[in-house]
């Protein structure tokens, strides 16, 4: 009961436990630690097994029957079995009759089977109410307490009153319910624990894709192009000068790819004159996937941060600086400072720097904590308008930073732009479109059909 | 129902659903959106709208009826129309009276009417129940199930069983309702979606002024005097130099800013000899928002940190480098290593990086989702004891920094102190009452004070 | 009852007001904060006290009366006073008998009696349902209703109906209710706000004691005996270069400390040839800390980025590279650019910068509100596989940097090795076994003992 469980007053006859008993089919992993979690929190906990020997791994306080005894002494039963048993069950349908059955149970591959487990378990018993829960929860998390990984338990099922008994469960082991409906909802559910990162499956893929790119393109001007034209052995820009080129240009592009779908919905919604009708698909998938693209071009960001702050402590740095110093020593004079370049050298720093800043305040308001305590009006505040500020801030560090080579003919290699010029197009189509669409003639339509006006309005009300 | 909704088995008419109808009256786009999740959380819903013609907008097993028809099947109805149309709710009033309403409204602007659209409901149809809740979720958030923004709901009104079933209903929405007490509290429920940060306000106006102020003071000493009297064109200071002389400044005054509310609360405990009477209101104002203050500084203090580490970058640090190495290779010598500067050079660094560190951590600890998973002896020990050695680490990081030039008259331009000491003198204050508090002598009496004790007690008990 | 009090509307008659009455004992801070709290969710409050006197601390709409009075007027006492004062109580038993009593009593020091206070007063009163609850919030949380702190409240008692009742009045205040059992965890949820980071205990001393023994190792070998033997003064190294020796050797040896459990209990389950056997206590306590000894490391690891970073900005840094400049200056040459050098400074940089890159990913995810949002297969493949990574790539980034002394003489001042091969030890081997335990041969038993087959099976089913 308690966590030193040498004492056995907890559960004693004299408490009136009045919670409803729970059956649990199977002592595997799971059944026991639910088991022992369930009777922790108040409840009477039967097993069904077909061995009724009692092994000392079961919870002391929990009965051990046969399926039939077992079954008869609770309204509620918890499937712990797996799929390939649920045949076993067909011979005890009359009694299951009426009963809540839990399905608890994972499967090893997305969408393994044609239907999910607790629809095919629906399926062999139709006289029970079955419901989906405790899947997302391993047996590790029960026991340990340690609910690191998520304290929350979809459930579904067709029969509320059923789902409610469960839901009341799930709260009284200290987890949280959510209900997401009909049994349709179980092979979503089922599915649930074996993704990895769906969401993220996307954006992750299309910045290793622009990565591979970026860096072959930055490979061949910088290091091959050197080699053969100049008979400099560059190889070692592999590790830092590279990665440092491409890292800013995708943070740039990912940046503005973040804020290019919300660009092109406005200019459906305005070409359509009305809010109603679906967005193509890939720009619904592409709206949905845009807060993964933001944390990843916050992570190339951070890299070229950490990248740019690391060169004062490379040896081909201090070389070419040191270079530079003894050629003016050697030539007996000192450099006066250039203006010009001290205002460029300062100020494009200085706009990376804000406009980095303000981009970790968008990760960070992109917390689940964070984002939760803020209402709508905010997140939209800092999620819209520091998001372009930060992309303007970024743009121009880009812009002042590159700006001498776009006319200069020694930066076109192989009559290739520079990797800058590249990283611009994106960014600046977006500010360019999102400038038109803040002028009034443009943005009062808008307005008016986001809330709900329409040009041809064809419903009723 | 389910998300691919093609299926239509999920609530078919063998279903047993208990779930109490609900009605909605609106078929805007909040209304049709929280129609349809209720349906998916097994409602079934009524809609009441002016026309009955069904649009294909609307939920397809949702029954569309009269107003007066839909009200009577339902005890909830949720108003899903805008304030200007409630009058057409007064002919219906017999049909709704002993009804809950659900008033779901925002305003445009915060206090737009003198009361609330819930009161005013509430006036309008005094015999039925009105519950205000939903107005803080937003019928997109709902549509898309991405609940990133909140999953609160605020929920009041003066029935309190009308709450309780208003409150379930927000509960099978997956959604967590948030008791707020009687009506009254409607009118704070309404104007929370308009609020734009408020608790930020004070801290991010008084930061925009000392800003302002620090920054026009530096560049009157640092830019424009050098120019008259120097003859130096150091404008591209206003980049990178200038921000950077700013920031350590403000992050070390704001954080000082942090402490001094509670010295201030100490000493009027104290002087008072009780904790039962009420500070005055801008001692609580000012309380309130230390949480925001201290945020803005650890904001200030890492601008600090990157414009710091960006130095070695700057064409102009690199200028004055590169000049001294040629002035020493010039004049034919090796400067010999000065351990004093050394050991002032790494130790102020050392105290800065080690104050950083601990602003950082109690930076994370105040994340949502960090303190609440520590308990109130935790929360103070980090937020209290490492704040305050944060703040002195910090000091003496810009002592051991800015101390020569205290006795240096040449720092003192236009006989105006340096930027440093202006910084000091808070943090200097607040370090030095707070060794005073800490002295047994006054911190005994003030633990009895704050455990109840009064020194004229007038209340009995 | 609402914020802004002065209208009193809010609980008029005529609201038709169903919420049973709460009786609370004494009028302290938290029993005045408990009732103000409740009365704005809608309960009726009566305060037992011994003087009936209305002090104008006590919420207005709360009656006052002697103790046995007001409890008679309702099934749940909340007792807020001192345990001292508990005895008082046991005249009262008759009529406290089958009534609900919440002990929210918290002690001054950890076990501070042989039984916890609510075990204590069920002894007391035997007749009467004791349920623990509301003794980790604070009244200041209360009153302010900024519960930033936490709005957990832990409750327990033998009593399943009694603590249900308890359970919705917490839930009615707008906190969270945690169900831990029966009266027995009373202990535990007392202790736990007297509790000061239980888990971090072990890890902090650890890395204590390490930071200690390896910083007076970096002291003797790079001050003392360059002193001695170079007769060179170092002693400013103390301030950032020993640091930044310690911080990377701590964080490399503590990351690896997180993977060595894991290592040790494969090899112990593939020993036993089960699961089914528990750890050895000091293995369970190790791995329960895993999460702190991370944390740790990566604090170490950010110090070592800082430090690092910092580098150029250090006095004798800059003297020791003018220096190197003017002595070529003044031999008239300039040194080439020596490729190698260039390709293992950039390597080992980029290597700690991705390494580290990782290891902050990790802390991110390992945020409550971040792990929350993943399912158990994410969580596992971001804890354990990016783990991994990011401890071989700051293996390797040790092994480029150190590399090259292994072999020189000079490195082992005093016949000791340096901090760096010390620093490689742990992780190397963790490595090195972990390379071995992913060999089919070995990886195939270990999966099938996990899934829980068992070589001897002692236990039936």
């Known amino acids: 009961m308690n966590k030193n469980s ?15 008993t729970v059956c649990i089919f199977g002592t595997g992993d799971f059944g026991r630690a639910l088991g022992h979690q369930m009777i922790q929190s108040g409840y009477p906990v039967v097993y069904g097994s077909r061995s009724t020997q009692i092994s000392n791994l079961i919870p002391k306080d929990a009965e051990v029957l046969s399926h039939a005894e077992a079954a008869q002494k609770a309204a509620i039963i918890i499937i712990a079995i797996q799929r390939q048993h649920y045949n076993f069950l067909t011979p ?20 393994q089977y044609p239907e999910s487990n607790a629809e095919y378990l629906a399926q062999l018993l139709p006289g029970s109410k079955v419901v989906k829960a405790f899947n997302t929860v391993s047996a590790w998390a029960l026991q340990s307490g340690t609910l690191d990984a998520s ?23 200290g987890l949280t319910p959510l209900d997401k409906g009909s049994l349709l909802a ?12 769906p969401m993220w499956k996307f954006p992750i893929f299309l910045s290793l894709g622009l990565t591979t790119f970026f860096f072959l393109y930055c490979l061949a001007l910088d290091v091959i192009y050197t080699y053969i034209y100049e008979k400099n052995n560059f190889s070692f820009f592999i590790a830092i000068t590279i990665p440092n080129r491409v890292c800013p240009v ?51 960001a951070s890299l070229h941060v950490v990248f740019t702050l690391v060169a004062p402590l490379r040896a ?13 020593a050697l030539n007996n ?40 305590n803020v209402n709508w009006r905010e997140f939209r505040f800092v999620q819209s308008k520091l998001g372009y500020l930060s992309l303007i801030l970024c743009t121009a560090h880009t812009l002042v930073y590159g700006g001498k080579w776009f006319l200069s003919p020694s930066a076109y290699r192989w009559y ?25 003639c443009v943005d009062k339509p808008l307005t008016q059909i986001r809330q709900g006006w329409e040009r041809n309005p064809k419903y009723s009300e």
């Open 6 to 20: 040498s004492n056995i007053m907890a559960l004693a006859p004299n408490t009136p436990n009045k919670r409803e």
């Open 92 to 111: 005890l349908a009359e009694i299951l009759r009426g009963k809540v059955l839990v399905d608890i149970s994972n499967n090893l591959k997305l969408n």
């Open 151 to 173: 304290r929350q338990v979809f459930v579904c099922g067709d029969d509320v009153e059923a789902k409610q008994m469960v839901m009341n469960i799930v709260r009284a082991l």
């Open 186 to 197: 179980a092979q979503e559910i089922e599915n649930f624990p074996l993704q990895l990162f």
């Open 250 to 300: 995708m943070a740039l592009i990912l940046l503005a790819l973040v804020y290019l779908p919300g660009i092109f919905a406005a200019i459906i919604q305005l070409y359509r004159g009305t809010k109603y009708r679906r967005f193509p698909d890939w720009l619904d998938k592409w709206m949905l996937c845009r807060k993964q693209l933001g944390l990843i071009a916050l992570a190339f």
């Open 316 to 328: 081909f740095v201090r070389w070419r600086i040191g270079k530079g110093i003894v050629s003016q």
């Open 333 to 372: 004079k000192t450099e006066p400072l250039d203006s010009t370049t001290a205002w460029i050298s300062d100020s494009y720093l200085a706009l990376g720097i804000l406009g980095f800043f303000l981009f970790v305040l968008l990760g960070i308001t992109s917390l689940p904590s964070v984002s939760n």
């Open 416 to 440: 290739l732009p520079n990797i800058y010029m590249l990283s611009l197009v994106v960014p600046c189509a977006v500010l360019v479109v999102k400038f038109v669409l803040i002028f009034p």
